[in-house]
């Protein structure tokens, strides 16, 4: 009778001490992803994903203390999708459409450069990221990111080519890399460029946000959902993680990716920064590195757009990399710069975000890899921002969805 007793007892107290755990355990993760009351965030989040350290998601709200003002330069362009800078201080922008554009510093046109293969404009599609070769000013060259068409759907491609002496059309164009295989999807191209100190360039391709395509995300023998770095030729970069990896594509730099719209390189580390769109939240800020697992789709800190789970609802694996910051809601991260003038000093090394969805300008605080602020920007113009970039006099320019370029400077 008292063994019965005892173990009626063990049974309850048992009982109740997994209730209890799993009380507690829901508790540490509502009260992990509780509106930080300190955070521009306010709306809720998705999930209720714990973060897998302090400051990974809603860090502290700041405020830039500097005086600017504000200014919109031009309202003409035509589905605008990259910004750079040019040598004498113009601006090159490309549009969806296929047409790439010189504009003055005051935002006026200048020059229509035409030339350009066919792009398959649908969708996310068309002409997208641009980049200057390090020794434009010697060679002219240019390189560009684009949806080229296939006849069972497009894939993301980079060409390259010399501006004409008067600067109306690409000169000696070829496509020197291509991002197979071909997909029938008019989304997720990624497809932002970067040039690091070495002259190798970066470039950023999406999953298609496709089922099919997303599985290979994590696959090296496809181009979907990668980071690659390869030669100003379109060869695999010296020194590439997977060069000597049996079927593995060569020019892989990183892999996991979903769909990468913002890639810039830190003024102070060299290292690489990445933004890339989440699904139902988990849009993610990464620091880049050799032959790293970026973990879609297995980790996410998101959802499907339907409210289902991705995969089996985790968000941390060994093996794969944790993003710097994440944020839910979603913010849909585009074009990144950061800002590496001194002109307003408590910006200087800080990360600029053009946010489409969240429709604004996201400035993040970074001290030692680290997001210790953030700020938004520009939230009273409720206009999708597509990229940015950091002029040589000190000011941010970023164009918009609506076909906008905006100059945001000191006072």
């Given amino acids: ?153 497009n894939l993301t491609a980079v060409g390259k080519g010399r501006l004409s002496a008067d600067e109306t059309k690409l000169e000696d164009i070829k496509v020197i890399f291509r991002a197979f295989p071909v997909f029938d999807s008019d989304l997720h191209f990624g497809s932002r460029l970067a040039f690091d100190k070495d002259q190798n360039l970066f470039v950023s391709t999406g999953e298609r946000s496709h089922m099919e395509g997303r599985m290979q995300a994590q696959n090296l023998k496809s181009g979907l959902g990668k980071i690659f770095k390869i030669t100003k030729e379109g060869k695999p970069a010296p020194g590439n993680p997977f060069i000597n990896t049996k079927d593995a594509m060569p020019e892989i730099y990183s892999y996991g990716n979903r769909n990468a719209q913002g890639i810039d390189i830190h003024p102070v580390t060299g290292e690489l920064w990445e933004a890339e769109f989440g699904p139902r939240g988990g849009d993610e800020i990464n620091i880049i590195r050799s032959g790293k697992d970026y973990g879609w789709p297995t980790i996410t800190y998101g959802i499907e757009y339907s409210g289902e789970i991705v995969g089996q609802a985790i968000t941390q694996k060994e093996g794969m990399e944790q993003p710097v910051y994440y944020w839910d809601p979603v913010v849909s991260p585009s074009g990144i710069s950061f800002y590496a003038s001194s002109v307003i000093p408590e910006w200087q090394n800080n990360l600029f975000v053009a946010c489409l969805s969240g429709t604004h300008i996201c400035r993040l605080v970074i001290e030692n890899n680290k997001v210790v602020g953030e700020e938004r920007l520009l939230a009273d113009q409720g206009e999708r921002f597509r990229d940015i970039v950091d002029g040589r006099d000190g000011a941010l320019y970023a164009v918009t969805d609506s076909g906008k370029l905006y100059k945001v400077g000191k006072k």
Avoid at 70 to 96: G, H
Avoid at 103 to 127: A, N, R, T, Y
Avoid at 130 to 142: G, T, Y
Wanted: glycine share 6%; with cysteine; proline share 6%.
């Fill in 1 to 153: 009778m008292n063994n019965l007793k005892y173990l009626l007892f063990s049974c309850t107290f048992l009982v109740y001490f997994l209730a209890s755990c799993q009380s507690n355990n829901k508790q540490i993760k509502q009260d992990q992803t509780n509106n930080n009351s300190k955070s521009v965030e306010t709306q809720e989040a998705n999930t209720k994903y714990p973060p897998a350290f302090p400051g990974q998601t809603r860090i502290n709200k700041v405020a830039t203390k500097t005086p600017y003002e504000v200014k919109i330069l031009s309202k003409d362009l035509k589905r605008p999708w990259a910004i750079i800078q040019m040598p004498d201080d113009r601006f090159l922008i490309t549009e969806k459409s296929g047409k790439m554009k010189i504009l003055g510093l005051d935002g006026s046109q200048q020059k229509e450069i035409k030339g350009l293969p066919k792009v398959d404009d649908d969708g996310q599609g068309g002409l997208l990221d641009v980049a200057l070769d390090p020794d434009f000013i010697s060679n002219r060259m240019i390189y560009w990111s684009f949806s080229e068409p296939h006849d069972e759907g």
